[in-house]
């Protein structure tokens, strides 16, 4: 079987490199892979490790098998290895590429893993392999489905049951920005590339087209929703939010327009209206093969980087600087707040919230590298209180308005602005763009400012400080808030703030940690 040679699994080597983690009194919850902090039991959060393929799973539910720990990997690449610590409800993970684990995290991250709808916790390893012995044959026998499965075989039952214990089939997906008719077919036509569809149930709710979609099996679920959450239908318009439903299997009555079994064509149609004008329809599915051109069927490990925001999907307008950013906070959002937060990752011209859609605006970078930048680090991040979808827009400008007509204050030009970080050519701010983190790196500080009066700065933009450390010449700082959230608050209210005598404060993301 392709790749089995290089899968190594099993038990635990004689060494003792894993054996802290057998010790019967290490005090697992206050152990954080490598770390340990005494008796503070309640503590879960320890310095993270550095990226690495080994991932440290906590938390796990005592039933839990090993093949349920590698459905959680599943749809990000291969997985070479697994080790499981029974009493301690942790495993080891261990993917083929460090690509696969730094993919699977950040998914993670805006998406609480669950194991038998227990939430469970991943981080990085401070093991960068997992040693073990080849010799337990039940684990084998698991990554060689697993392995299977994920070059296209069909799944064992084991796998198929680890993989029902991690998720639903159902899927919930609801469309925003929808300009253009979206129908059960266009649907059905979109999913069926991750597995078999088999029912499908739309409505309307909250002014707001709605679907419930159910496929055969629930890795297809887990795989279409890494693939295509946040995507665009048509160009621009139609994004898809997809979640999984608590339902595991959806009641079709009817089969017409508004609901469809697959699986049962002897029902009867009802008296459901159709949802749309049916030549409308037919004209739509027509076209639709061109039109979801985009959404070709994607391995899972591409799907999962498109949905951790590392990679435009192949068919979206590649060569625009213009972002369509969606699902912003509209009452507190300004063209000003989302210029000082793109503008870490490049040189905003303009900003236009969209006058009839106030929590969406469209963003044009200085070019389409700097968008593809913005839009890996920040889809995805909170602003505001909510998390926020970025995606590159079809648009090639951002239009202002026409002279003498008010947009009150949505749209902005910011070509002349001095802020822009990026606009001197070799700039050392090339070299320092991070994601967004808790520790923000500060710089251009008066010589007369204390490290209290940096503190009190920064609480007041609404967070905690946590740890606060100044370089040798006092004119720069690292600081670190209690979360990315908050950090991101900080910078957007704080860079270039007037510190007295005419210097601004500069405001980043960090990559160290105080």
Known sequence: MDGISDVAVGVKRGSDELSMYNSPNSGMSSVSDGASNGSDSKKLRVEEAPPSRVLHIRKLPNEASETEVIALGLPFGKVTNILTLKGKNQAFLEMGTEEAAITMVNYYTTVTPHVRNVPVFIQYSNHKELKTDAGNQRTQAVLQAVSAVQSGGSPSSD??????????PVLRIIIDNMFYPVTLDVLQQIFSKFGTVMKIITFT????????????????AQQAKLALDGQNIYNSCCTLRIDFSKLVNLNVKYNNDKSRDYTRPELPAGDGQPSID?????????????????????SAAAAAAAAAGRVALAGQAGSSGVLLV?????????????????????????VKILYNKKDSALIQMSDANQAQLAMSHLNGQKMYGKIIRVTLSKHQTVALPRDGLDDQGLTKDYANSPLHRFKKPGS?????????????????????VTEEDLRLLFSNAGGTVKAFKFFQDRKMALIQMSTVEEAIQALIDLHNYNMGGNQHLRVSFSKSTI
């Open 278 to 298: 049916p030549t409308v329809a037919a004209a739509f599915s027509k076209d639709s093969n061109s039109l979801l051109g985009a959404l070709n069927p994607l």
């Open 326 to 350: 969606s699902n912003l906070n509209e009452e507190m959002v300004t063209p000003q707040s989302l210029f000082t937060l793109f503008g870490v990752y490049g040189d905003v011209q303009r």
């Open 205 to 220: 709710k909250n002014n707001q087209f709605q679907a419930l979609l159910q496929f055969s099996d629930p890795v297809n």
């Open 428 to 448: 050392k701010n090339f070299q320092n763009i991070f994601p967004p983190s808790a520790t923000l790196h500060l710089s251009n500080i008066p010589q007369d």
């Open 159 to 168: 796998v198929q049951e680890a993989l029902a214990a991690a998720s639903s």
